[in-house]
């Protein structure tokens, strides 16, 4: 982030992306970064801003794209402008400029984004409740991009208004959601890796239910699983975007990820302990 002698705003966007990513994420995108100079207090239109985003993480939906922008953005105005904003503070204008994205975030991208590693979050009428967690292995995972890039707001607004059409069956739905994030926690603290990808091929077929997934993505999840993956869902808001596999070694990881290559216009293996 650069301060100008001239009002204005420059945006230049360097972070690799998926086809047609930055196209159809540019109004959202540029509602975001408004709103998080907003919160922070910075008007290009009285203080000139050049803003260069970059990095390795490639932009595809479902990946948390949108909150890591944000944050750097956040970040980037608290070096640029010499202040001493907390982690907190970046987080919540991280999670105001996901509303430029999102229209109605729940705040866990941004809080990953902030805070990284292996997160519990839950939202709550109040501010949400999140403490991070650790697995006693090494974590092998594989994503996959369907080449799809889904609007979060518009996949959002269909999926209230099935739940406003049907609040029992939402119901159900969310409870049988919930009863599985608290035993995937469980799981996670005793560290089998072989129960959290079941849980994870339970939680897809949840998503399967809520309409949110679609042929591409089971198809890719099916290809995981039969390429050796314990386990395998959607990621992100779902329509497109990406899938993850649980894979237990670098060797499954590899023949998990040289199976998806064959499907996928992109695909990443990365580890993390």
Same mark, same amino acid.
């Given at each position: 982030?650069?301060?100008?002698?001239?009002?204005?705003?420059?945006?230049?966007?360097? #972070?690799?992306?998926?086809?047609?990513?930055?196209?159809?994420?540019?109004? $959202?995108?540029?509602? /975001?970064?408004?709103?998080?100079?907003?919160?922070?207090?910075?008007?290009?239109?009285? #203080?000139?801003? @050049?803003?260069?985003?970059?990095g390795d993480l490639c932009c595809a939906s479902g990946i948390g794209a949108s909150a890591a922008q944000v944050v750097s953005l956040a970040r980037a105005v608290n070096i640029a402008d *010499?202040? *001493?904003?907390?982690? %907190?503070? !970046?987080?919540? /204008?991280?999670y105001e400029g996901e509303k430029g994205y999102h229209g109605t975030p729940s705040g866990i991208d941004n809080t990953a984004a902030t805070f990284g590693g292996l997160l519990r979050f +839950? #939202?709550?009428?109040?501010?949400? !409740?999140? $403490?991070?967690?650790?697995?006693?292995?090494?974590?092998?995972?594989?994503?996959? *991009?369907?080449? !799809?890039?889904?609007?979060?707001? %518009?996949?959002?607004?269909?999926?209230? *208004? @099935?739940?406003?059409?049907?609040?029992?069956?939402?119901?159900?739905?969310?409870?049988?959601?919930?009863?599985?994030?608290? %035993?995937?926690?469980?799981?996670?603290? $005793?560290?089998?890796?072989?129960?959290?990808?079941?849980?994870?091929?339970?939680?897809?077929?949840?998503? +399967?239910?809520?309409?949110?997934?679609?042929?591409?993505?089971?198809?890719?999840?099916?290809?995981? #699983?039969?390429?050796?993956?314990?386990? /395998?869902?959607?990621?992100?808001?779902g329509r497109g975007g990406l899938m993850i596999a649980l894979t237990p070694t670098e060797e499954v990881q590899n023949s998990v990820a040289a199976a998806l290559e064959k499907l996928a216009? +992109?695909?990443?293996?990365?580890?993390?302990?």
């Open positions: 982030l650069e301060f100008l002698e001239k009002p204005g705003l420059e945006v230049i966007d360097n #972070r690799p992306a998926v086809p047609l990513y930055k196209v159809k994420k540019k109004d $959202e995108g540029d509602e /975001a970064i408004n709103l998080t100079l907003t919160h922070l207090g910075i008007d290009p239109k009285e #203080r000139g801003v @050049k803003l260069t985003f970059g *010499s202040r *001493s904003l907390s982690e %907190e503070e !970046i987080n919540a /204008a991280g +839950q #939202r709550t009428d109040g501010a949400p !409740i999140f $403490e991070k967690k650790s697995f006693p292995s090494a974590i092998r995972i594989v994503y996959a *991009s369907t080449g !799809i890039t889904a609007s979060t707001t %518009e996949v959002v607004g269909d999926v209230r *208004s @099935k739940k406003e059409a049907d609040e029992a069956w939402f119901a159900s739905l969310l409870g049988k959601y919930t009863s599985l994030v608290g %035993e995937a926690e469980q799981v996670v603290e $005793e560290g089998d890796l072989n129960k959290l990808g079941q849980l994870m091929d339970q939680n897809h077929a949840l998503l +399967q239910e809520l309409t949110v997934s679609c042929k591409e993505l089971d198809d890719l999840v099916d290809a995981a #699983r039969a390429a050796g993956a314990v386990g /395998a869902k959607m990621s992100g808001t216009p +992109q695909v990443w293996k990365t580890t993390f302990a």
